[in-house]
């Protein structure tokens, strides 16, 4: 069934007849057994509608909490479940649809469980076609921690790009954000000065929606540029920092030390610690760990070293190892600083040097050092097996576009959620439609096929490469179809400026526009010859980099011949 392939994560264990429910209305009137406003949230009003009368409702929803492996093996027995059942974790859960009485049933041992089970409801509701597929479904995440982390170069996201990201991450079963954008002053060349009051009522409000996701905000401080690490005043500062998010009911923290000079900063401190800078640190991460799980035994701390890449071991990562808290996950981006490849052999090489667990800082889909391109690729070559190695978690550094982000990062959630059932085009594919719809899905996917290239993946435009290719071999033959598909990307921004998420056009407009631009230019030269004319539009177009400069080479050696 096409509906159980745009599923994103992708479940699991799915089971499925053929036999479906369907519906009179394309807005749906539920009734359900639970109350939690960030439930009801899952399903807009637009299409659907609660009702307190069972008897008049199109759908009913029952959920089912309960940490008790008795209660779920009775669950299991009394609804004649056909899948068989992994060990279910707080996020796991179990969905059956039943057709006679029209009741979803969702069992979890948790609500993030019972969320999660809604969210793959919500995208199982076939609203176009009037229908629910008759399903079980069982489902489990392969990482513990999915998520993003704001933690590129550049302007901030807005707050409201902020809540915006958060609320993607529920939908799409991520489970922590960091704050750590690198421009914040307060994050960072300002660590030691509380937030102004309007900034910290944003961070409230950031908090709150995180905990509505049941998203953990990760609340992250980089003092390492500046700080005197064997100042106790210093330290008290740094300690008050955390104090002040710790005291919203924040348990989740870190501390950076990432793109700093690998050197300490003060006479007093070079004396304390003997010049080792990585000893400093780990004096530091340590002490904060012990002041802030005397605050609250359930605080996890995360540390981010200055050495978070490379391969090979060294007199810092030794000091980590011998010195750093044990229960202190390390932070690291992998082989490079953007890593094409990321295995289970040298995670667990990088983990022994360190002696701790890791959480995989992954530098996809950042273009902060490429300011000019824009990269909407899937996630690619992360083994499958890279969640039972000592990578714990995985973090996503997005784009400056927070919304074109949100092609690669659903791609990313997919993997995270289901690694062993992950296939990257497959994904790439439902991520365009789960954000454009099938309306605006071949024209996005068009815009999206030429913006490939990245840090990470060297290949974009397929197509329209080889289309340039067969065309040089035969220009005679093959200049009517390298055309007409000019003109498609010609006219793609005058069809994605309908776009019902302006949010994403605006994101994306830059690009689209010197594509079209291009692509229009491009065509021209198929059937005229006026270079002087087309050399001077060329000269005007902004300076981003569309089809990794495909089209200006073209038209470029065009004009020369």
Known sequence: MELFLRLNPKPKKLFYEGANIHFESSKLSIFKNFEEESFVKIFPSEHFVFVKDPVNADLKIESFISPSEKDLNEFIKSNDIELSIDIMDLESYLIKVEKENRTVKIFSKSKKGIFYGLQTLRQLIDLENKLLPVVEIFDSPSFKMRGVIEGFYGEPWSHQNRLDMINFCGRNKMNTYWYAPKDDPYHREKWREDYPEEEMEKIDELIKVSKDNFVDFVFCVSPGLSMKFSDQQEFDLLCKKYYEILSKGVKKFAILFDDIPEKLNYEEDEKKFEGNYGLAQTYIANKLYEFLKG???????????????????????????????PEIPVIWTGNGVWSKRVSRKNADKISNQFGHDLILWDNYPVNDADQGELFLAPLMNRENDLCISRVKGVISNPMNQPYASMLAEQTIADYLWNSEGYDPWRSWNKSIFNLVGSDFFEDMKLFSE?????????????????????????????????????????????KLKYLKDKKLYEDIHPWLKKLSQLAEIASKLLSSNEK???????DKLDSYVVCDGILERFIEDFEGK
């Open 295 to 325: 605050k609250d035994s359930e605080v996890n701390l995360y540390f981010c070293p200055t050495e978070y890449w490379q391969e090979e071991d060294s007199m810092y990562r030794r000091t980590m190892k011998e010195n750093l808290n």
């Open 450 to 494: 030429n913006f490939l290239k990245s840090r990470i993946f060297e290949e974009t435009s397929f197509k329209l490469k080889s289309l340039i290719k067969e065309f040089r071999k035969d220009p005679l033959n093959k200049g009517k179809e390298l055309k007409e598909y000019l003109e498609r990307l010609g006219n793609l921004e005058g």
């Open 532 to 538: 002087v004319e087309i050399k001077i539009e060329v």
